[in-house]
């Protein structure tokens, strides 16, 4: 039987939760930390590429012995039309680095090995343990939480929501607002599975190098959407996300998409000959800065997905989470330290230090971009895409054809599909928001 008062509950041990949890247990706070999972890991979904930079400020030596798949040397980003895309490659050897940048994880396995760290730092991990609620005094403070687990109560100085992105106990708790379709993307993702040699010839790597395309145009139908693949050791992690109130309105399936983009004819021949063996689906926030609710209170601290800190202008999520997970526990080790109470006051702390990070910075960058995509999808994701792809190909053919009709053509085809007045607008409303 685990004792009922503790310094912290942290609720969740997914990214930003063990980021929060190892933080605060080795630096000697007596730490809780509860997953309704089977074990950490076991409900997460992630594409996946894992930021070591933000990883390295919670355990500097984490590639002594983490499960990491491939280090990142190439990017693609691909304009994709339904048989063709258009696409800018960086590569650089710079990557292949003593200390690699960027990796490509499978988050059922670093979940399990980032909880093992937690566990060794001094906390204590339970899984198969839903919080069901949140327990607050009369003067409304949360103390502490009950569990499907029989047992009662468990009580502690401050409580960390750190249980991803419908954060439900704290919606119930009605400490934020349920997030809006509009501002949460759903994906699905597959896994294929192929020999480490076959990756390596498809993909132009070898050892542990990786590479990553990500993807935008008609393969979201209109919707403002992205596909992605990432090469791990021995599969490659295909999927493709659209916004929840997209799907809805253009009554269009997830699994569609997908099934679309595994047979486009760029990378059908990257993934032919692999076995399927994991599917998944969950849900990603999109709202960006504009969506960031309440990020504490008189007991408690949300982070990570659950506070809707995710930057999917760069499709970076878990970075976000495990510095908010880390930003937070650093703010009540300081209020722990000078024996302060764990008041809304003095854990303001935390959203005083996230705002200095890069986190806040990033998100209040693009605070325009996520209202832009969604409201000019139909051209930024298809209308666009098309054309640029018509264009590359008109570039490209030579079928004696003058070049500077070509070029007539390419440019009159722009303005009969936006005018000139669209496309200054397009450009101008999307350097507004990008800047
Ligand atoms: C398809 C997909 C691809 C992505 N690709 C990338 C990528 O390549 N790079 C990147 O940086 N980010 C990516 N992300 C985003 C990234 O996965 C998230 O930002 C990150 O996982 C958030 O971490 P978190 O700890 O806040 O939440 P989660 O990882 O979702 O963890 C929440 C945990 O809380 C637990 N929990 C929930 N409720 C309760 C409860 N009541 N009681 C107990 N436990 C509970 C859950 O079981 C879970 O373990 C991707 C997301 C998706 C869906």
Not at 22 to 44: D, F, H, I, W
Not at 192 to 209: A, N
């Amino acid at each position: 039987m685990i004792e009922q008062k503790f310094d912290v509950i942290v609720i969740g041990a997914g990214m930003s939760g063990n980021a929060a949890a190892y933080t605060m247990a080795s630096n000697g706070l007596k730490v809780l930390q509860l997953e309704r999972g089977e074990y950490p890991g076991s409900k997460n979904v992630q594409g996946a590429i894992m930021y070591a930079n933000m990883l390295e400020k919670i355990i500097p030596d984490f590639r002594d012995d983490a499960p990491l798949e491939r280090h990142l040397v190439e990017q693609r980003l691909w304009v994709m039309d339904d048989t063709s895309h258009t696409g800018i490659h960086y590569r650089s050897d710079d990557f292949n680095e003593a200390k690699p940048n960027r990796y490509t994880i499978i988050r059922a396995q670093f979940d399990k090995w980032f909880s093992r760290k937690v566990r060794e730092a001094g906390a204590t991990v339970l899984c198969e343990t839903t919080v069901t609620e949140l327990i607050r005094d009369a003067s409304d403070r949360v103390v502490g939480v009950r569990t499907d687990r029989a047992g009662g109560a468990i009580y502690a100085d401050v409580v960390v929501l750190a249980e991803g992105v419908c954060g439900l106990l704290g919606t119930r708790a009605g400490l934020r607002e349920m997030p809006e379709p509009q501002t949460v993307a759903l994906a699905v993702k597959e896994m294929h599975f192929l020999p480490e040699e076959v990756i390596e010839q498809r993909f132009g790597v070898k050892g542990d190098e990786g590479c990553v395309i990500e993807a935008v145009g008609t393969i979201s139908r209109s919707m403002a959407g992205l596909g992605f693949l990432y090469t791990n050791k021995e599969s490659i992690s295909l999927g493709i996300g659209c916004l929840v109130s997209d799907f809805a309105a253009m009554a269009e399936s997830p699994y569609v998409l997908l099934d679309a983009l595994k047979s486009h004819p760029s990378i059908r021949p990257l993934i032919a000959g692999s076995e399927v063996k994991e599917y998944s689906a969950h849900l990603i926030p999109e709202g960006g800065y504009k969506a960031i609710p309440q990020l504490f209170g008189d007991g408690w601290v949300v982070v990570g997905d659950a506070a809707q800190l995710n930057n999917a202008i760069h499709r970076e999520g878990s970075n976000l989470a495990m510095t908010s997970g880390r930003i937070a526990a650093e703010a009540i080790v300081e209020v722990k330290s000078r024996n302060g109470p764990m008041t809304k006051r003095n854990l303001a702390r935390y959203k005083a230090m996230l705002d200095k990070s890069f986190v806040v910075k990033d998100l209040r960058k693009y605070k325009d971009m996520p209202a832009l995509l969604h409201t000019n999808s139909c051209n930024y994701f298809t209308t666009y895409p098309r054309l640029i792809s018509q264009a590359a190909q008109n570039f490209m053919r030579v079928d004696g054809m003058a070049k500077i009709e070509k070029e007539k053509a390419t440019t009159a085809a722009f303005i009969m599909a936006r005018s000139r007045w669209g496309l200054v607008s397009d450009a101008v409303r999307l350097a507004l928001a990008w800047r």
